[in-house]
């Protein structure tokens, strides 16, 4: 409720009927920021090939083709070493020139991004572009303590 201060004609105050549109202008403003700082943090420029959640997992080749980037960032194709130059021509050789076909990269955990990048690097110029990463899928257990055995006491 207002009031309006005018002279009152009989010296006392009337109520005023109109909306007072200042405390609406101030919500509205603040609205107005909140948007404009959150908008920016909801848009997501990262494109990435991510399979819907209810996707079935993909079937696992007959042969996959395993790269390895050892440690010591020395290359293994299966469980044979592979220098960097003849990466091309072996990778050929193991899929049949098909290079459709996904290669799947395995890093240590020390290996450097920069380093990583590289060997994606050599096989995008080798021709083979469907790399899937691999890593350990975490099942929560990591930190847990072993169960003991059966029979054991503590």
């Known amino acids: 409720m207002a009031v309006s201060l005018k002279d009152p004609q009989d010296g006392d105050l009337s109520e005023v009927a109109d909306i007072n549109v200042t405390p609406f202008i101030d919500v509205i403003l603040v609205l107005l920021i909140i948007f404009m700082v959150a908008a920016p ?8 090939d991510l399979p819907v959640s209810n996707a079935r997992p993909q079937p696992r080749p007959d042969k996959p083709v395993f790269l390895t980037v050892k440690g010591d960032l020395s290359l293994a194709l299966g469980n044979d070493g592979v220098p960097r130059e003849a990466l091309q021509a072996v990778l050929d050789r193991q899929t049949a020139n098909d290079r459709e076909q996904r290669v799947f990269l395995r890093a240590d955990g020390a290996v450097a991004y920069r380093d990583l990048m590289e060997v994606m ?10 790399i899937a990463l691999v890593g350990i899928e975490d099942t929560g257990q990591g930190n847990a303590a072993p169960a003991p055995a059966a029979g054991a006491r503590p």
């Open 41 to 48: 943090l909801s848009t997501v420029d990262v494109a990435v």
């Open 121 to 130: 690097n050599l096989l995008r110029n080798a021709g083979y572009l469907k």
